[in-house]
């Protein structure tokens, strides 16, 4: 069994995604995806405590070996990120219980956990392929599945995102869709160990060019950076609580993945930072995300929407440290993907809660919470403190180790931007925080949220705290795959 690890957390999802639809009730399709989304998890850590002792996982469909079929290939990168989406399931699906049946309603629940496991299926199955053409595949399953799943929110405003996201994701997928046909005429090959091994040799070729450009913008605009960012607030803002914490927490990172294995892997650091000017065009774009998106966060009225331009900064971060083209940078990337998924998963369940509770997740809903729901109140400051990247969370690890990145090459200004960044969050995190300290409650007679959803949400902001003290696993792990990925990640 342990041989089939990697196919086995896609088989989960996969056959359990249509038992889901057959099933009626709200509890019966939640217990069966609760259930696979804990499996999913289990099979994950394996992987990563075998990619840990013995390298790079290999695992070829059907024994077919590549090129003529496809494999899984599983390394420190996307061993990393299969945990943090698989660890994401298992902490949210038993959120969802009570949050999904009160924003949607219980007769809509059976396909709202076959969309769920529809997109897990479509988010791991992009992280553990080793084929170009399968990334696509699965990018479409998550797509389909997540374009249902926010078209659910309760406010009609979320048919109108949903179509939005459809249509700036189409445009997206067809445009890695195009680079990648432009590889494989050029190649005969979609492996991606192939593509590595094949490219170098004509890399000179304009169509080779043409096909990095157009697939680093598609996704680009995927992972939502600026100014390819404006299907992400609407999408975040509208979606069933679950759904955004969910979405906020692997969806972009998963995208950001790809960008890296691509990067880093297929097209190689030479030819992505020496012959292409990858940096100097992301760079710029990173650096105006985070603080106009910083910027924006701080005149929402609405905090979803507030916490959803926040993850369009997070998300110049992230680019900012791959984009360096370093080891050091890179490493500062993974982190942060890994530690923003923590963060911003924590700070949307906390939204959920308050939302089940006041009906709503405006500043008008925060105010005075910390007298009706402290719990709630104290998870959002604690999560919030993250965000900042103030020291003892895993905010504060993957920022030190950006700006130490920043000045191994000298990046000054890059690091002023980065310092004011987490200003600016100081400022529309603190506005929360003063209005659940010193504002008056809006409804006193509202009392804390129900353990089903605190349960969850204070798993995720321990391991804020947790992995922001010891940091021995994630640091070691996201600079073992930051090796691996400047020598070529290739590993025959």
């Not at 104290?378 to 000045?407: D, E, Q």
Request: net charge neutral; charged share 10%; proline share 4%.
């Amino acid at each position: 069994m342990l041989a089939h690890l990697p196919v086995l957390v896609i088989l989960a999802p996969l056959l359990g995604a249509p038992v889901a639809s057959l099933l009626r009730g709200p509890n019966w399709p939640w217990l069966l995806a609760t259930l696979l989304s804990w499996f999913a998890l289990l099979c994950s850590v394996l992987l990563l405590i075998q990619v840990n002792a013995q390298g790079t996982f290999i695992y070829t469909m059907g024994g077919w070996e590549a090129p003529w079929g496809i494999e899984y290939r599983i390394d420190f990168a996307n061993a990393l990120l299969l945990v943090l989406i698989t660890g994401l399931a298992s902490v949210v699906l038993p959120y969802a219980r009570l949050s999904v049946e009160h924003e949607i309603g219980a007769d809509r629940c059976p396909l709202f956990y076959t969309a769920l496991l529809l997109l897990i299926l479509g988010l791991c199955g992009i992280t553990v392929t080793g084929d170009a053409f399968n990334v696509f595949v699965f990018l479409e399953v998550s797509s389909l599945a997540t374009y249902t799943l926010i078209a659910m929110g309760r406010d009609r405003r979320a048919l109108t995102a949903s179509f939005s996201y459809l249509i700036m994701g189409t445009i997206g997928a067809t445009f890695y869709l195009i680079g990648v046909g432009f590889l494989y005429v050029m190649t005969g090959t979609l492996n991606m160990a192939d593509l590595a091994e094949r490219l170098p040799a004509i890399s000179d070729s304009s169509t080779v060019r043409t096909a990095f450009a157009f697939i680093v913008t598609g996704i680009c605009l995927k992972l939502a950076l600026f100014p390819l960012h404006l299907w992400l607030p609407n999408a975040y803002t509208y979606s069933p609580s679950a759904v955004t914490a969910f979405l906020g927490a692997t969806a972009t990172k998963v995208a950001v993945y790809v960008l890296i294995r691509f990067v880093f892997t297929i097209f190689g650091v030479e030819f992505s930072f020496g012959a292409e000017p990858l940096a100097e065009v992301l760079v710029p774009l990173a650096i105006i995300g985070l603080l106009s998106a910083s910027t924006v966060s701080i005149m929402q009225p609405n905090i979803k929407r507030m916490l959803a331009y926040s993850s369009v900064a997070q998300i110049g971060y992230i680019v900012l440290g791959l984009a360096m083209g370093t080891a050091m940078g890179l490493t500062a990337s993974l982190l942060h993907v890994f530690n923003h998924g923590l963060m911003k998963g924590a700070l949307f369940m906390v939204m959920g809660a308050v939302a089940y509770r006041m009906g709503g997740t405006s500043i008008d809903d925060m105010r005075g919470l910390a007298k009706t729901m402290p719990l709630t109140f104290w998870a959002f400051v604690l999560g919030g403190l993250s965000l900042i990247g103030v020291p003892l969370t895993v905010g504060f690890v993957s920022k030190w180790h950006l700006i130490l990145a920043s000045l191994e090459l000298g990046w000054w200004p890059v690091v002023v931007a980065i310092l004011a960044g987490s200003m600016l969050a100081v400022v529309y995190v603190g506005r929360v925080v003063e209005a659940g300290f010193f504002g008056e409650p809006k409804d006193a007679t509202k009392r804390e949220a129900p353990w089903g959803l605190l349960v969850p949400l204070w798993v995720l902001v321990i391991a804020n705290i947790w992995f922001g003290i010891d940091t021995r696993l994630t640091v070691d792990i996201a600079e073992a795959a930051a090796a691996q990925l400047m020598a070529g990640g290739v590993v025959r």
